[in-house]
């Protein structure tokens, strides 16, 4: 069938303004999200431009890099809080820009705002000036992330210059097994596929597997497209994405939301349309997952051995994985469970919704976070804090020694000040082990929420299962 | 933006993969950033060593590469954070032009943003200019020419590169994307207009909470 079309070819072609040359399209940016790091600076930047934004009802700005986690912050808390977070705040206002901040009952992660406040729509075209901008195709909207002088071409023209990727189907199908999250599945196909798989590629995730997951689950998996190298990752909109989006406060309503709706459904591949590539995983295969080395990449299952550099065949894994193995102070050859560790943080774009501390809160119910661990829950949004602590959830942390912070990027990225100090070894639920990212000459290993909570409690890596019985 | 005709230099080789932006301008260091002074933090885990000093084994820090203006780099280079900083921190230290086999999609597209040319070319071609920039010899000297889309190697070798029209414009030009895209603000408001009537529940209205 000659005019079958993907789930991207449609959204691609329904916010093409015109080609600007054979490769090369002006697309329109139907929803602009604005944070901290960068947002304050490209309205400044505008301004010195003499330009304005040209529609901001279309975006929407909150603060959460440059902000203190601790209980009770103020933009002061943190080193640069009150330059960034305020420049944003100021900005956003003389713009005339949505702006959730620091007090604000919206304020949150970006990725994590967007889509519960329905900012994020299926079909939409969202950008932000962050990688993981990606999260948000799991609603089946095309979404990317963009660079600071992109972010400034947004917010003058509404529009983003872009060259078409080629397209990827990742089809994940069966059950998970036991204790298996959405962060095990991402991990095991970074695993298997390889970290730079995605580059160039728009992904879209498919399969039995992704249908039956929840729209956190499926955040999850999308948000991790960028650690492959693809820029966008994609699921189709269903039902279980219109029955998410129903009353939020952002979404349609009355008659809006039925044409709406109407409209989403159309948002599928067509059926035997061509990908440029495609591949299939098996979700029987996947067991919880643990990295144990600097790219996202390096992940094992929690039961298996550290590898060895000689275990891979190509020279530059080779090379990688020596690099790796001595930043994290590891030996091939040792399991990894049982390795002892400093801190554990539960938090990020990645695993910082309602679901995802639910997970990790049966986990720590009735029991002790090790002696020797600092542990922080740092809940993705004020709205996520709230749910949370209306069923109880901030009682079970605290009572198992863990801490509970204000929602922000935290130690995610450390840009607050928030580092896990040289040396340490902290098990974290974001989504980089990169050298240095917790802070200099942290390591860091990446695992879902409900394995970190399992970390938190037997000071090492375990196995969640066997904690679990 | 400044205009980028031709290059001539020395091209460092720097062929571990996957250097991340958090390897190029380190998280700890962006939130003062700005274009002028990146420089100084750019590659700090691999520039610099625990006390501060210079790391005599990373290349930028030898005497024969202290002025390179290419960088040849290891496949995907520049992976990572949307950081246009990493940009900024090479264009800093005067580096005009990165050549690899494959490059993070948002560092690549950052480049341009920046004049700086970033270069895709077959990993053998690659580690041939590799091994020529790393060769102890007297001419070091490279030239990249942006209108003919050539790489001229110091044994007078020449090598054919790939660039779109638009980009090869914008940078031979000094060319402003806003400044392009303005031009077809009509043709955006036209959009809006069209798109208004097809799908309603896009236009929020304004600022409201
Ligand atoms: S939580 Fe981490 S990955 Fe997500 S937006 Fe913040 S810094 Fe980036």
């Not at chain 1, 960034?84 to 994590?112: C, D, K, T, W, Y």
């Not at chain 1, 397209?167 to 959405?182: C, N, S, Y």
């Amino acid at each position: 069938m000659s005019d079958a079309s993907t789930l991207f070819d449609k959204l691609w072609r329904a916010h093409v303004i015109r080609p600007l040359s054979d490769e090369l399209d002006l697309l329109h940016v139907d929803r602009l999200l604005i944070h901290d790091l960068s947002g304050g600076r490209a309205m400044i930047e505008l301004a010195e431009k003499g330009l304005s934004v040209r529609n901001p009802e279309l975006c929407l700005a909150t603060p959460d890099h440059s902000i203190s986690s601790l209980p009770g912050r103020t933009a002061a808390s943190s080193p640069f809080g009150e330059q960034l977070a305020g420049g944003l705040r100021r900005a956003a206002e003389a713009a005339g820009i949505r702006h959730f901040g620091l007090e604000h009952a919206n304020q949150g992660i970006v990725h994590v705002v967007g889509p519960e406040t329905a900012f994020t729509l299926p079909g939409s075209l969202l950008v932000c000036g962050d990688s993981h901008t990606s999260t948000h195709g799991a609603l089946g909207a095309l979404a990317w992330g963009i660079g600071s002088s992109e972010l400034t071409h947004v917010l003058a023209t509404q529009t983003v210059r872009q060259r078409r990727p080629r397209t990827m189907r990742i089809a994940v199908d069966g059950e998970l097994g036991e204790g298996v999250e959405a962060k095990d599945v991402i991990l095991h196909i970074i695993g298997r596929l390889g970290v730079d798989a995605g580059v160039g590629h728009a992904v879209e995730y498919a399969g039995s597997t992704i249908a039956a997951m929840s729209i956190e689950e499926r955040l999850t998996i999308c948000n991790l497209s960028i650690e492959f190298g693809a820029r966008m990752g994609m699921i189709a909109p269903d039902d279980v994405t219109f029955d998410y989006l129903h009353g939020r406060p952002l979404a349609p309503a009355g008659e809006d939301w039925d044409r709406a709706v109407a409209h989403w459904r159309g948002l599928v591949s067509d059926d035997g349309v061509d990908f440029d590539r495609q591949e299939a995983i098996d979700a029987g295969e996947i067991a919880p997952q643990v990295t144990w080395g600097t790219s996202p990449w390096q992940t094992l299952p929690v039961d298996g051995r550290i590898p060895a550099p000689d275990d891979f065949a190509e020279a530059e894994k080779r090379h990688n994985s020596r690099l790796a193995l001595d930043y994290m102070d590891l030996t091939p050859g040792q399991a990894i469970a049982g390795t002892r560790i400093d801190r554990v943080f539960i938090g990020s774009c990645t695993n910082s919704r309602l679901s995802d501390l639910r997970r990790a809160a049966t986990i720590a119910k009735d029991r002790r976070v090790a002696q020797h661990v600092t542990a922080w829950i740092v809940p993705g949004s004020q709205v996520v804090k709230a749910a949370a602590e209306a069923e109880g959830l901030d009682k079970i942390f605290l009572e198992a020694g863990f801490e509970w912070r204000e929602p922000g990027c935290s130690q995610c990225v450390a840009t607050n000040g928030e580092t896990v100090a040289p040396g340490e070894r902290c098990v974290s639920t974001s989504n980089r082990n990169f050298v240095g990212r917790q802070g200099p000459n942290a390591r860091t290993h990446l695992a879902g929420p409900a394995m970190a909570a399992a970390a938190a409690i037997a000071g090492e890596i375990t196995d969640v299962r066997t904690l679990a019985n | 933006m400044d205009k980028l005709q031709t290059l001539q230099g020395v091209a460092a080789p720097l062929m571990r993969p996957n250097i991340d932006t958090d390897i190029i301008t380190p998280a700890g260091r962006l939130m003062d950033a700005s274009p002028e002074t990146m420089h100084q933090f750019t590659f700090e885990p691999l520039r610099f060593l625990p006390d501060g000093g210079e790391n005599p084994d990373f290349v930028l820090n030898q005497p024969a590469y202290r002025g390179a203006v290419i960088l040849v780099t290891g496949p995907n280079f520049g992976c990572g954070s949307s950081r246009e900083t990493a940009v900024w921190g090479i264009k800093g230290l005067g580096i005009r032009c990165v050549i690899g086999e494959s490059f993070g999609d948002i560092f690549f597209n950052n480049c341009f943003q920046n004049s700086v040319l970033p270069i895709r070319l077959p990993a053998e071609q690659v580690a041939e200019l590799a091994a020529e920039a790393g060769a102890d010899q007297g001419n070091r000297q490279f030239t990249i020419d942006v209108a003919a889309r050539t790489i001229t190697t110091p044994s007078g070798r020449e090598l054919p590169f790939e660039l779109p029209d638009d980009r090869q414009e914008a940078l031979l030009e000094g060319l402003d994307d806003i400044g392009q895209t303005m031009k077809h603000d009509g043709a955006i408001g036209e959009f809006q207009e069209r798109d208004r009537q097809a799908r309603p529940w896009i236009y929020l209205s304004g600022q409201q909470s």
